[in-house]
């Protein structure tokens, strides 16, 4: 659940261990859903650090796809007053001038230059204008965590939107790289990322779930399966996708159980809701049994009783002669003699050649080893 | 009849808040005119809003001549100053050298002093940057999607802070073979409403010539919260002096 997941990063990191990660993933079916959800974390895990309630004391958003407006804009309406967000929340904004352009226009026309990184008016945004250069963007990220007051060591939380739009101007492996030295950085508390996932290869969006321990999914909920999403002019299910859609959330345990956790997603106003669903062990289950109009399912007393039942093997042994067909005795002679020996064997081939020949065919086993059905191959030792 | 048929269906669908609307259209259903109308809803009268075309795609010439018909002169709001036209059709040009980057990078700053010039003046209304098309900036761009993307970019924030209105055409079918994510993936991503031309998928009809579908995709700051309908379909024709747009099966 959502709430699972918020509080794995409230919680934060262990000593000696790599932060939590979150990856939010969504796809173009429902692109504006997982924008949201990823809004709704990073709203939750501001106001937690607002509250004291979290190991950090601050959030440090990278914005790329969303003006820093709209982050502060959202935290407002969760409840944030401006006094909390100017001591909780810093935005690295990596939105309004990813490559400088802007501010040499700036400088051209003034003949002027302010310094790079600049800080605007409001101490919560900083610009951010070099992209390309990943080894600065994450010493800005750890300068900014750096910011936040506290007594003794301070925690801070890095949320990034998104990891898409960081790999258009660098690597897979320098921003994997990036996230790694983040996570093990020792006052990153957590870090949570989005990713469209059908803008990239499908290894690479892999890469990034290895590097999380928590993976939110957001799915569609109505997919067209025989056409997918190219079918031109029937785009009906996307009204219902764009209110709606599922919410996985896989979470790896540190003693390295994984949980799968499943929700609806709905929009709400300026905001999602999660509702609850059962957990995914539960859907399986029913989903296994196909849908018949009878019961296929048993009651408590119908179990019990079919575990009473004795099958007809159970006895055998217990003071009953044994009544399994071995291939070689009749029933009634196996029943008056339980202990087959070779002996016994033997007088039953001699009785056989006394009696009278009338066309019967008499078979004698090679050896006791065999088995009378074996299914090896007959032919196994020709060689063509 | 023009004003009922002349977008009124289109205008509906549209949601005053969007700021970046991508056109997609193919081969068979050219969605041209739609930007036409646009343009032309962008330099209406009543509103005092202006334009800043980048065309690659077409000359003054063709934009003059088709929005005449409509009832709108560019030349005289070109002289006004409402719009301004940018001829892109040689596009970095051979002379002027240096990368593609650069060559983007100085648009958008010729971009963005029209942008500001605008809002310095007395004008009341939005500003809408118009891209006709995409797919040929790509191509002056030597198929580099990630400096197109990065040009666009830049266009998406002048949108955000400076309240323009975004309007890019891109021709879907370039980008529906299977290599992989291209520009049309992103600009998906990037748009606020997407409108789609398609031809009529039960096939050729003379009165009609194809059809629309506009999605909303929903901004996260929404105008209006408790707001219906995100997806639209209708048919749409396209005549001398417009289109007229019509639900399937309302005409007779």
Redesign the interface.
Known sequence: MADAAVRCLRDGRLDGEHAPALAVEGS?QC??LA??AM?HVAAAVASNAAAGKAQARGLVVVAFD??P??YL??MLRHGLDSNALSRCVRILDC?????G??Q??RS?QQQENSGTPCSTNKDTITTFRSVKDVDKLSCSIIDLGRGFEGEGKTYFSVAVDSI?SML??ASVQSISGLLSNLRSHDQISSIFWLM?S????TKFSRAFECLSTMVACVEPEVVDSVYGE?R?????F??HN??KAKFHVRLKRRNGRVKHLYEELC?E??DVKFISATSVSMEVNQSLLPKVQFNLELSEKERSDRANVVLPFEHQGKGEPIRIYDGRRSLPEAHQDPNLTTAALMDETEALKSANPKGEIHYLRDSDDERPDSDEDPDDDLDI | MEEYGGGDLLGEAMCAGARVVVVEDCVEAPAAFVLHLLLKRALAAGGGGGAALLALAHPFSHYDRILRKMGCNLSMHRKSERLHFFDLQAFPGGTRGGAIADSLAQLYSAVQRVVETYRAGENAGRLTVMIDDVSLLEVAANGSADDVLDFLHYCVTLTSEMNCLLVVLIHEDIYSSEDGVGLLAHLRYIADLVIKAAPLSTGLAADVHGQLSVVNKGMLIEQRPAKGQKVWNFHFKVKENGADFFYPGSRH
Do not use: F, T
């Not at chain 1, 059908?198 to 290869?201: I, S, V």
């Open positions: 173009l692109c504006p924008a949201r809004l969303r003006s407006e709209v804009d959202i939105y309004s001038d990813p490559l352009w802007k040499n226009i051209q898409s258009r101007h469209h059908d803008l990239h290869e190219e031109r002019g029937d785009m009906s996307l009204e764009y209110s929009v106003g300026y």
